[in-house]
């Protein structure tokens, strides 16, 4: 159901994107009476900008993620109880402008997972992510800014030789190189003269290098594994929106909806810390988010945004509730 809907979504987005026809020449806009300021945003907290950085400067932006995991959803999609595990992430994002149509963006990122009286601290996976700017919004038509993107991510973050002690805590990344295809569109909306409606559409789809593992590893096994894991292919859709409640206090929203293929594994599975069959991987799921936020707008240098994040629905995946706060910086 879930993969259904991304799929359209991602196919409608593209289709618009290739066929949208020139905006109009002929409108009468000296007759209209001039739009007030557009308003600053920080963006939500799930979805990507859909405009390139202003050449020259730099958007920095640190997040943190704070994620309490509780619980598994099952083939059913039916909640069922698991180990509780928490994960907090700091990540900084660091946009750079090249020019009026290209931007270049880093992440790096640093994990800890703590689970009973066991924690773990390290640095995970490096994204790197070049965006070009397709299409412009303009205030007298109805098309919105796209934006395309290419990511590549690295796999910095430790993820085979695990220690037993430690059962997926120690693991900070998915040793695979990932590259993840994107297109983002966005679009201001005037509702009245004092409050804007903005949208964001993100549509992604990643896949994923071969990854060797060895013993205890990100995706499950024990001691003496070893072998080649097949990470499966990830899309994710989100729709996000953000209102200006007042020039400074801003509504944000993401809705989200990830689907990931199975994950294949060839070779020795190994057996746990009690001798028990171990498994490497697991099979296909999907899971549906919501992110709601508030934004509080300084100036045009600082703005801030927080709010909680935590799955509604899923399949074969954790259940998670969690919270973001992220502050940003225009330079």
């Not at 700017?133 to 695990?162: H, K, N």
């Amino acid at each position: 159901m879930l993969m259904n809907l991304a799929r359209l979504c991602l196919l409608s987005l593209l289709i618009a994107c290739c066929v949208l026809p020139d905006p109009a020449r002929g409108n009468d806009s000296e007759s209209r009476r001039p739009a007030p300021d557009a308003p600053l945003f920080t963006g939500t907290l799930l979805s990507t900008r859909a405009s390139t950085v202003e050449p020259g400067h730099w958007v920095v932006q640190p997040y943190f993620y704070s994620t309490r995991f509780g619980g598994l959803y099952n083939n059913n999609w039916r909640l069922q109880s698991a180990g509780l595990t928490r994960t907090n992430t700091l990540q900084t994002y660091l946009w750079y402008g090249l020019t009026n149509r290209i931007d270049v963006m880093i992440a790096p990122q640093w994990v800890s997972n703590h689970a009973g009286d066991e924690s773990s601290v390290g640095f995970g996976d490096f994204p790197l992510q070049v965006g070009f700017q397709a299409l412009r919004d303009r205030a007298d038509s109805w098309l919105p800014d796209v934006r395309i993107w290419v990511q590549e991510t690295f796999p910095t973050g430790r993820f085979s030789q695990l220690s037993p002690t430690k059962t997926g805590l120690t693991g900070a990344g998915g040793g695979s190189f990932v590259t993840t295809l994107s297109i983002g569109a966005q679009k201001l909306i005037w509702l009245t003269e004092d409050h804007a409606f903005r949208y964001r559409l993100n549509a992604s789809y990643g896949f994923h290098s071969p990854v060797t593992v060895q013993g205890f590893n990100s995706y499950g096994g024990g001691f003496g594994t070893q072998g080649t894991v097949h990470p499966g292919s990830v899309t994710t859709l989100i729709i996000a929106g953000e209102y200006t409640l007042t020039r400074q206090v801003i509504l944000a929203l993401d809705i989200g909806v990830q689907i990931a293929n199975a994950t294949r594994f060839s070779g020795i599975t190994g057996v746990g810390v009690n001798g028990e069959p171990t498994t490497v991987g697991k099979g296909y799921n999907e899971v549906l988010t919501v992110a709601p936020a508030v934004e509080y707008i300084w100036n045009e240098h600082i703005r801030a945004i927080a709010g909680p994040w935590f799955s509604l629905s899923g399949r074969n995946t954790a259940e998670f509730f969690g919270v973001v706060a992220s502050i940003y910086l225009f330079i």
